[in-house]
């Protein structure tokens, strides 16, 4: 999003510099910040020093920050607080009231952390974050000097891609009149024409637990003969996915990861996009992506999910963790008269309410509305 809120900007007349992680696919930053430290990092001192370069230099009415957390760190708002630089900040998990982002802890949902007293306490009590304990210890300290240097009160709005991400963070103490619901954009896309013979289906993102990939593992294993999955990603359960499929015999192929530009044509290639999420997702891209392809959409009935698939509208959404379920779904819609009605409905549906045009004018209100005033064309918005 932060590409393509960048080019957004860019094409609508506004001067726009990036300060971002200098590394191999991110943005081509005017200002590259080095990193802190990328697992366990709480404050960066190079990251609030190139915020400062950044503002002497470019001296910007207002900063879009997105995800800032284990690299450049909550530094980056401090400083911009410090030179007294208005912030919008657009939330793409639960970061904010939960330290592993994702509501979700030993394969369960879990909302233990948005009571803000308990929340440093049991993240470290719960060890709910992957790999050593220092990274456990590292969040905990971080919501402790966020509370003690009040750095998201600081903050002058909040972006919520979705309603259901907006109620999670106000539950866990983020202002109300602050945090606005402003979905993610998608441009169209040629739609899909042709439905594959046989039918197979799509999952396009991370191979990870809360993905629910072993899910759709279990879910393919009972598929009727003849439907196939297609997985493109990458992860650190893409072993065991690639080593599963031979072993099960799964009508599964595994692409890994594939360039953004071309997911849309994978995606145009199947009967249905698939993400069977057992975290409750914000408002992914995956389905938006799909949908301006025409092509609907199987996923779980958790977060944001139902804000953009309609149930036997635009896709099927299923309970998440049954894999039966899941199975019975993508048979269902192997059907290629139902696919493309919902294809076509999902099409409609995406490009009335996700698009570009009127994302850009609702985000240059909420910049403007941060900033005080209205953003001046001759100067700039600083994106982080």
Known sequence: MLLEGERLLREAGHQVSVLALAEPGGPDPCWPAPPAGRFAAVWSRPA?????????????????VHHVYEGLTLSVLDALHRRGVPVLLTLHDYRPVCPNYRLFRGGRPCQRCLRPALR????????????????AVAAAAEVALAAGRRTYRQVARF????????????????????????????????????????????????????????????????????????????????????????????????????????????????????????????????????????????ASRVGGIPEIVADGVTGVLVPPGDPAALAAAMTGLADPVRSARLGTAARARVLAGHPPEGYLARLGELLAEAAGRPVPAARGTARH
């Open 48 to 64: 609030a020093a190139a915020v400062h370069r950044l503002v002497d230099r470019f001296r910007p009415d207002v900063a879009h």
């Open 120 to 135: 440093p306490v049991e993240v470290v009590r719960l060890g709910c974050l992957e790999g050593p304990r220092a990274r």
């Open 159 to 298: 972006v919520a891609p979705s309603a259901y991400l907006r109620d999670r963070v106000v539950a866990g103490g983020l202002p109300a009149d602050r945090v606005t619901v402003l979905p993610n954009p998608v441009r169209p896309h040629q739609p899909r024409v042709v439905l594959p013979d046989p039918p197979r289906f799509a999952y396009v993102g991370r191979l990870v637990d809360e993905k629910g990939i072993d899910v759709l593992l279990a879910a393919a294993a009972l598929l009727p003969a003849g439907i196939g999955v297609d997985v493109y990603g990458d992860g650190r359960l893409a072993a065991r996915v690639r080593a599963r499929v031979p072993a099960e015999r799964l009508p599964v192929a595994v692409h890994g990861r594939i360039p953004p530009e071309q997911v849309p044509a994978a995606l145009r290639r199947a009967t249905a996009a698939v993400l069977p999420a057992l975290w409750p997702e914000n408002c992914p891209m995956s389905l938006l992506e799909a949908a301006a392809c025409a092509v609907p959409a199987v």
